[in-house]
Nanobody, 124 residues
Framework: QVQLAESGGGLVQAGGSLRLSCKAS????????VGWFRQAPGKERVFVAA????????YIGESVKGRFTISRDNAKNTVHLQMNSLNSEDTGVYYC?????????????????WGQGTQVTVSS
């Protein structure tokens, strides 16, 4: 099992930017995928973005397309989520998650490795 640890959350004003990081405890191989989910208060955890570690192919959720990007740093076993033009609807706890394969990329149940989450709060 891969241990994942998020960092980079915080308080930001609407229109601002934040970069979240997810560090994996070990090198990942093959078709391992790292994704981000977020959970707003009282709502379900929803898919934000994902990246395939081997070839860098990215998947971006519709609600954040054009504002968020995801990237990886192989040397540091770290995935970054760059969040721009933030608004109040982006507020929530952001979770890093890992899985094997890319079928149904946005399905929470497909991810087996989870971090503890990091809070992002966007003030208006």
């Amino acid at each position: 099992q891969v241990q994942l640890a998020e960092s980079g959350g915080g308080l930001v004003q609407a229109g601002g930017s934040l970069r979240l990081s997810c560090k994996a405890s070990s090198r990942t191989f093959g078709n391992y995928v790292v994704g981000w989910f977020r959970q707003a208060p009282g709502k379900e955890r929803v898919f934000v973005a994902a990246i395939a570690w081997r070839n860098g192919v990215t998947y971006i959720g519709e609600s954040v397309k054009g504002r968020f990007t995801i990237s990886r740093d192989n040397a540091k076993n770290t995935v970054h989520l760059q969040m721009n033009s933030l608004n109040s609807e982006d507020t929530g706890v952001y979770y890093c998650a890992g899985r094997w394969g890319t079928d149904e990329i946005g399905q929470r149940a497909k991810y087996r490795d989870w971090g503890q989450g990091t809070q992002v709060t966007v003030s208006s």
